[in-house]
């Protein structure tokens, strides 16, 4: 919720009407997440953290969609909201798949960067949805 807020300010304060929008379809992502109870469960094989945190991604990206303010923005999300919202059952999966049991990142204050991301990212769907958007991200990670 701050991060909306501090969208919407950086909209407002640099006149800068995508960033308001983002701020705005934030909003509206998160009040269907709290609508639709998507808080992490305490059980393991039910949402999570990570399960949690699609969902508002999933949110997020079909209110930049369904905005019409920024068509740049809904262009640019139109797909991924398409995307998530198809394959959301395997997403939920794969996330559900990767709890109970521990995660060797390769140590506490030095972690392998190869294994952490492994741990942190087991959707592989999510992941390629994720990578679709931002491909410089993966020079970035390979580096």
């Known amino acids: 919720m701050a991060l909306a807020a501090s969208l919407q300010h950086l909209g407002e304060h640099f006149d800068s009407a995508s960033a308001c929008v983002l701020g705005d379809a934030l909003d509206r992502a998160t009040a269907l997440y709290l609508q639709n109870g998507r808080e992490p469960a305490r059980k393991v094989g039910q949402l999570d953290n990570r399960g949690s945190t699609f969902y508002l991604a999933l949110y997020w990206a079909q209110a930049l969609a ?13 797909a991924v909201a398409a995307e ?21 990142i390769g140590g506490y204050y030095r972690p392998d ?17 994720i ?13």
């Open 84 to 104: 998530l919202t198809r394959n959301e059952s395997r997403i939920v999966a794969e996330l559900n798949g990767a709890q109970g049991s521990s995660q060797d």
């Open 113 to 129: 960067p190869t294994r952490t991301e492994r741990a942190m990212r087991p959707s592989p769907t999510l992941n390629a949805i």
């Open 66 to 78: 369904q905005q019409e303010t920024d068509a740049r923005l809904a262009h640019r999300f139109h």
């Open 131 to 143: 990578d679709a958007i931002a491909p410089a991200r993966q020079e970035s990670v390979s580096a």
